[in-house]
C-alpha cells in the first residue's frame, strides 16, 4: 500500500480540535459505519467569520488527518471563504492523498459544507423567528 | 525504539540457517538443473534432494511434488490446471468463500469460461460444514478446494472429513496450505488430499518458492511451458536456491513444529485473552480452538482498523487488519463478511501472527500499548459514545 505524507502522518499523530462544540452553530454529520467513515465536523460563527471547528472522526489514517486539516483550514475564514475549500484544497493542505484515499478528503469537504448549510439554516430560522 | 513483528501469517524472516543452506546455491553450485553435464547434475541433485525432504514431511512421494514460484501459483495452477485438465469430466467446482484470493480469483475467471463454483458458506467461526459439500457435490463436480487454516482469522478445517467425502464421490480434493504447512502437522494420507499448496516464505524460508503436491496419476494442464522442467507441467529453469531454501525450511520445522505449536498456543491464548479483559467491546473472531497457534483476530467495536495498525506502526508494533480502508477494493475483508461480522466491526478488527522468536515479552509490550491506543481513537469517535450512551452496543 502507497504510504502517507509526512504531512498525513503528523496530522494523524496529533489531530487538532478534536472534541465537539457545546451549543455550536452548525454540525455537519457524514459517512456512515458501513464504508467505514463517519465524520461529525463541529462549528461555532461570531459576525459571519468561523470561530471555531471541532470534529470527531471514526476512520483510517488519511480520514483523521483531512478532519484535522479541514478544521485548520476553516478556522478564521468567512462563511462564503470557507464554503470554497474544496477537498482537493484539504489534500492538498496535507501534502496530498494516496489515490485510494482521495474520497476521505470529498468526506471532508461535505462535512464542511454541511456544517456551513447547517448554520445558514439556523440563521435564518433565528432571523425569521425574530421577524416573526 | 522496540520493533515487534507480528506479522507472520504476511511472510517470515529467512532462517539464518535457511539463508546459509541457500548461498553455496548462488556462486558454488549454479548450473542449471536440466544440464547433461556435471555442473547441471550437481544442481539437479540438490533439487531432487529437497523434493525428498519436502514429499517425506507430508507423506507423499518425490514425484508427486512440483515446484513454484510460491502459493499464488501453486493455488492458480492447481486451479486451472485441474479444471482444464478434468473440462470433458465435467464443470463444477466447490470451494469456500473465505478462500484466498489467489484460490477465488482464478474461480471467478473459470467462471467467465463457464466453468461453474459453487462457494460455500461458513459458520460464525470461519468453519466449513462437511455436509453442506455433500450436498453440492453434483455430476458434473471435478475439483473440491477448500483451505486447510485461514490466513485471517486461523480457523482450522475439517480437512480430513471433507476429504473422504470427495473421495466417496470420485471428486479431487484440494487444500490450501500455505498457512499450515511447516506449522501444523499435514498428512496427504490421512487428510485425504489429492491435491495441496504451500509456500517457502509462510515457513522461514525465501519468497519465491512454493510447492503443488499432486497425487500420483492426476493429470494437470500445464502452468507454464517451454522447456519441460517438472514432467512438462511447469516450465522454467528451476530456482535452486529457493529450492534449497525450502527443504532446508522444512527440516528445520521437521524438528521444531512441535515445540513451536505449543509456544506459540500459549502466547496466542495470552495476547487474546489479555486484549479481551482489557479493552471493552472486544471480541475475538474465528474459532478459539480449531486455530492456527500463531493466530490471533479481534474486533474492536467503534475504532477502524487502519487507525490502530498505523498507531502500533508507531510504537514498533507491526501487525494487519481487515478494514476496508488498508484493501485497494475498500471492501472489508470477505473472510469477515462471510462469518457475519457487520460492516463496523470488520472494520475495526486486527490480526497479530506470531512467530518463532515471537516472546512473552513481546505479547506483554502489546498488551501495555494496545488499549491506550483504542482509549485515545474512541475519544475521537463520533460513534463511541452514543453506542454506549444508548446501550445498543455488540
Known amino acids: 500500500m502507497e504510504a502517507y505524507s509526512e504531512k498525513v502522518m503528523e496530522h494523524f499523530r496529533n489531530p487538532r480540535n478534536v472534541g465537539e462544540i457545546e451549543n ?52 478564521g475564514k468567512t462563511v462564503d471563504e470557507a464554503m470554497k475549500v474544496s477537498n482537493r484544497a484539504v489534500a492538498e493542505a496535507l501534502g496530498g492523498l494516496p489515490p485510494i484515499k482521495m474520497h476521505c478528503s470529498v468526506l471532508a469537504e461535505e462535512a464542511l459544507k454541511k456544517a456551513l448549510d447547517d448554520y445558514q439554516r439556523r440563521t435564518v430560522k433565528k432571523l425569521s423567528g425574530k421577524a416573526a | 525504539m522496540k520493533r ?18 541457500m548461498l553455496p546455491h548462488f556462486t558454488e553450485i549454479y548450473g542449471n538443473p536440466s544440464s547433461l553435464h556435471a555442473f547441471g547434475q550437481e544442481a539437479k541433485h540438490v533439487v531432487e534432494e529437497s523434493r525428498h525432504t519436502v514429499a517425506s ?28 485438465a478434468r473440462s470433458d469430466k465435467g464443470n463444477h467446482i466447490i470451494t469456500s468463500r473465505i478462500e484466498h484470493h489467489a484460490i477465488l480469483e482464478p474461480c471467478h475467471f473459470l467462471e467467465k469460461e463457464g466453468f461453474q463454483v459453487t462457494y460455500l458458506p461458513v459458520d460464525k467461526y470461519g ?18 478446494s477448500i483451505m486447510h487454516a485461514n490466513n485471517e482469522i486461523g480457523t ?46 509462510k515457513l522461514y524460508g525465501p519468497k519465491g518458492v512454493g510447492i503443488i503436491y499432486a497425487r500420483k496419476g492426476i493429470r494437470m494442464s500445464p502452468f507454464m511451458q517451454g522447456g519441460g522442467q517438472e514432467k512438462g507441467r511447469r516450465a522454467s529453469t528451476h530456482n535452486v536456491p529457493g529450492i534449497v531454501g525450502l527443504g532446508k525450511a522444512v527440516d528445520l520445522a521437521k524438528e521444531e513444529m512441535g515445540q513451536e505449536i505449543e509456544h506459540l498456543t500459549v502466547l496466542r491464548d495470552r495476547l487474546i485473552q489479555g486484549i479481551l479483559n482489557a479493552i471493552e467491546y472486544s471480541s475475538l473472531n474465528g474459532h478459539p480452538t480449531k486455530r492456527l497457534p500463531n493466530n490471533v483476530n479481534v474486533s474492536i467495536a ?23 480502508c488498508s484493501s485497494a ?44 491506543i483504542v482509549g485515545k481513537l474512541r475519544a475521537m469517535s463520533p460513534l463511541y459514545k452514543k453506542e454506549v450512551k444508548y446501550g445498543s452496543v455488540q
Not at chain 2, 4 to 21: H, M, S
Not at chain 2, 129 to 134: E, H, I, L, Q
Not at chain 2, 342 to 368: C, K, M, Q, W
Open chain 1, 24 to 75: 455550536p452553530d452548525g454540525i455537519g454529520k457524514v459517512g456512515n459505519p458501513v464504508c467505514g467513515d463517519i465524520m461529525e465536523l463541529y462549528i461555532k460563527v461570531k459576525d459571519n467569520v468561523i470561530t471555531d471547528a471541532k470534529f470527531k472522526t471514526f476512520g483510517c489514517g488519511a480520514a483523521i488527518a483531512t478532519s484535522s486539516m479541514v478544521t485548520e483550514l476553516v478556522k
Open chain 2, 4 to 21: 515487534i513483528y507480528l506479522d507472520y501469517a504476511a511472510t517470515t524472516p529467512v532462517d539464518v540457517r535457511v539463508v546459509k543452506a
Open chain 2, 57 to 84: 514431511f507430508i507423506g507423499a512421494k518425490p514425484e508427486e511434488i512440483i515446484f513454484t514460484s510460491g502459493g499464488t501459483e501453486s493455488n492458480n495452477f492447481t486451479i486451472g490446471g485441474i479444471a482444464h
Open chain 2, 127 to 144: 468453519l466449513v460444514d462437511p455436509g453442506d459439500v455433500r450436498k453440492a457435490i453434483n455430476a458434473k463436480t471435478i475439483l473440491i
Open chain 2, 156 to 201: 482450522i478445517q475439517p480437512i480430513a472429513e471433507i476429504g473422504s467425502i470427495a473421495r466417496e464421490n470420485g471428486v479431487y480434493f484440494h487444500t490450501d496450505a500455505v498457512q499450515t504447512f511447516g506449522h501444523l502437522p499435514v498428512d496427504v494420507d490421512e487428510l485425504n488430499l489429492d491435491l495441496l499448496s504451500a509456500s517457502g516464505h
Open chain 2, 302 to 324: 467503534y475504532v477502524e482498523g487502519e487507525s490502530m495498525l498505523l498507531n502500533l506502526d508507531m510504537e514498533g508494533i507491526a501487525c494487519s487488519t481487515g478494514s476496508a
Open chain 2, 329 to 372: 477494493s475498500l471492501e472489508p475483508s470477505h473472510v469477515l463478511t462471510a462469518i457475519g461480522l457487520p460492516h463496523e466491526l470488520a472494520h475495526g478488527s486486527l490480526r497479530f501472527s506470531l512467530g518463532r522468536p515471537t516472546t512473552s515479552d513481546d505479547i506483554n509490550y502489546v498488551l501495555s500499548v494496545l488499549p491506550g
